[in-house]
């Protein structure tokens, strides 16, 4: 990736970890691998990436099995917090770390700008074959 690609990521993120709620951020390719992070130091962004592309994964599967469309969105809801991975394109993932707290029509918008703008981020990026 450019260097201009990465930093206009790192400010899509950066603006996501601003919100109230919102623990870390994650953008990983849909095969798991890594494309940017702004994650608390206990928290692994390799293992998280890999984590939401299996269960955003899992989540088209049975959408699709289903007959329910196309996937948007996966979240894991736990007693301490929320893990939402969201697509970001065709080829991106983008993961939010919530706490329980958080207010989830400020992060539903948040998330779907930020998805827009990665999304658009990542296709200037491609380069032709």
């Known amino acids: 990736m450019l260097a201009d690609g990465a ?15 919102i623990l870390g951020v994650t953008i990983a390719r849909r095969d798991g691998i890594l494309i ?14 890999a984590m939401a592309a299996a ?15 196309t996937f948007n ?11 939402m991975a969201t697509g970001a394109g065709e080829e991106a993932i ?7 707290e958080a207010n989830m029509g400020l992060i539903h918008l948040s998330v779907d ?11 200037a990026e491609e380069v032709p074959a």
């Open 55 to 69: 269960i955003v994964g899992t989540s088209e599967m049975a959408a699709v099995e289903m007959g329910l469309g």
């Open 7 to 21: 930093a206009r990521l790192q400010t899509v993120l950066a603006e996501l970890r601003r919100l109230p709620g």
């Open 113 to 123: 700008r930020a998805v827009q703008s990665i999304a658009g981020i990542l296709l």
């Open 36 to 49: 940017a992070h702004s994650l608390p130091k206990n928290m692994d962004p390799k293992k998280i990436a």
């Open 94 to 100: 983008l993961v939010t770390m919530l706490r329980n």
């Open 73 to 83: 969105q996966s979240i894991v809801d736990t007693h301490i917090g929320k893990l």
